[in-house]
């Protein structure tokens, strides 16, 4: 399967605990987002990298949120100190030069 | 006032019958216009992709861009029970900024 990987799917954890989600993208692509989606809603972005280089991030994304896309391969999106309103879907999509982006299944995040 | 706004239905229609999906958005600088198809619990998959005005086709599904009225919209023709999904609308101003999705429609397609 050449698309883009995430895991885990499906992360259940206490709150207060940090987690961790990779992503890895399209071999090829060299711009990489992270997005967010509740259900009910539309995706909403939170960071986007070109490369390595984070070029855009959201209001969306408190401190408590970092990423990294060390190298320019694949990308980890650390939350720290989890509450209940973090449960949603993390979505992590690629894209090549164009507009197209293309997601992968995405992580499931439950905070109890 | 969201930047991109879509019905979120539910709507419900019968095999066979044509499905009309649309979007409507206010930043006159989007030019860049797509729709996503996603099942439950999976990541959305990429149905159409178009670039400022103009209609595309793909087998059963077209997609049309009015940028003077700020209108997009998904054909279905002949739709299957397959298609029971949301669909998710998005666009972006440049080839590198973030896509600003509606809420999605879900759809159902009964046999």
């Known amino acids: 399967d050449t698309g883009v990987s995430q895991n885990p799917r499906h992360k259940i954890t206490k709150r207060g605990q940090n987690v961790t989600f990779r992503c890895d993208p399209i071999?090829?692509?060299?711009?990489l987002y992270w997005y967010r989606q509740t259900l009910g809603q539309g995706p909403e972005f939170l960071t986007y990298?070109?490369?390595?280089?984070?070029?855009?991030k959201s209001r969306l994304l408190s401190d408590r949120f970092s990423a990294e896309r060390p190298k320019g391969s694949f990308s980890t999106l650390e939350i720290q100190r989890t509450e209940q309103g973090d449960s949603a879907m993390y979505l992590c999509?690629?894209?090549?030069?164009?507009?197209?982006?293309?997601f992968g299944q995405g992580t499931r995040l439950t905070v109890v | 006032q969201k930047e991109v706004e879509q019905d979120p239905g539910p709507l419900s229609v019968p095999e066979g019958a044509i499905v009309s999906l649309n979007c409507t958005y206010s930043n006159s600088a989007f030019q860049y216009f797509m729709w996503y198809r996603q099942y439950s619990r999976k990541g959305p998959e990429l149905l159409m992709y178009t670039y400022s005005s103009g209609n595309k086709e793909d087998g059963r599904f077209t997609a049309q861009v009015d940028k003077s009225s700020k209108y997009i919209s998904l054909f279905i023709r002949d739709s299957q029970p397959s298609d029971s999904a949301t669909y998710l609308c998005a666009m972006s101003a440049t080839t590198a900024q973030k896509l600003v999705f509606g809420q999605g429609t879900r759809l159902t397609i009964n046999p």
């Open positions: 990298f070109q490369n390595e280089a984070q070029l855009e």
């Open positions: 071999s090829e692509h060299n711009r």
């Open positions: 999509a690629s894209s090549p030069t164009g507009a197209k982006a293309f």
